[in-house]
């Protein structure tokens, strides 16, 4: 699934982060205190534009490496919040990823310890479970990272916000994309699950009004080891593109790695890579075996030139040592999205929050970015990235920066968002 393009970054950052975070880790929502997690040193939760935001992540399996990133990231929204004239209240929470669990503890975040918003890392799966249940708790969820057109359609909700892509908006990335590729036949290759397969399918469908047709589609299980007989039948007879959803550090190395004696990608005019991890995470590949590799991407440094972003990548590198990436934008802007809410409303109140979150314009780090009122998608920039090799390492400039007019999704008719 294209979530794991952020576990992939987060992953790498892990490590570095651990000095992010503020004095106190990430708790359970049972034994969350008032002090913990609170960002810019400020724990007082008094005046008229202060907030408690309930920050929940995810504790075990795969995931739980993302929790330290998001929760920097976090963190310092909440301390950039205060230049608004917004005291954010942090709080975080953690459970184990599940539907049931991210309910039960969402529970507690708003019925114990008094949160009016949630934010943190969603599947989509967890991502509907709040979705269904936000209005009955009475709090807003900015939701940064689930990407089902589902949640887009007939269960959204007046109360839920959605900050990343989804899978609709990824293939309108696609169909702009191939207007100007140049090639008229393509093959695919996936992941063999369904994400992998519904990824192949828009993509077929975004391409053909191009009159671009697929000619083979292979599928990969997860946690292939030995690529061999795929790169020998993508290498026979190859068609003139390639598009691959391949998802997760290891299969992205093994493939990227085990193609090289054969010099498959080069046999291919385009190389098209949907969620590709970056040359900065497949660092034991060597830079000319990924070479080329195009890719649509929810976040780069070089993305806006406007004073946000400029901003938030300074501190973010003067804190960590690195440059921030996807998993970090993402977890940053559904917080500062929710301050510039509450600026705009001048309240913490729910209801007058919301209204002023649903239709906000203004400039995310991504650029200019509107909350669109009919679905609470939010709009913004994509840029396609191609890898570079430059003196020897790899790098991924900006090729193209599609505006949002080219790659919104037109909102479903199912979603009716009431009141």
Known sequence: MRVYKVMAVAAVCAAALAGCSSSGSSTSGASASAGTGTSGGGNSNSGPLSMTIAYLGVNVGAYAAINAEFLAAAQLAAQD???LGVNIK?????DDGTPAGTIQVAREAVQ???AKALVGFFTSATGAALQSQVGSLGVLAVDPTSVS???RGASCAPNYFLVSPSDANY???IKEFSKTAGVTTWDTISNDYSEGHTSVAGFTAAVAPQGQKVNKSLYAPLNTSDYGTYITQLGSSPAQGLYLSISGLTDEINLTTQQQPSGLFNKYKVLLWQSFAGPNELGTVPPSAIAGIQSPNIYVPAQSSAAPNKAFVSEWTAKTGHAPDTAVALSYTSVMLLADAIQKAKSTSVDQVRAALS????????GPSTMRA????LLRPIAMTKVAVVDGKATQPISTLYPASETTAPVDPACHMGS
């Open 112 to 114: 114990q310890g008094g």
């Open 90 to 94: 942090l709080v975080p929470y953690t």
């Open 171 to 173: 293939d309108e990335v």
């Open 149 to 151: 057109t589902a949640l």
């Open 374 to 377: 009919a679905d609470h998608q």
């Open 359 to 366: 239709g906000l314009n203004t400039t995310t780090i991504f």
């Open 81 to 83: 919040a205060k230049a």
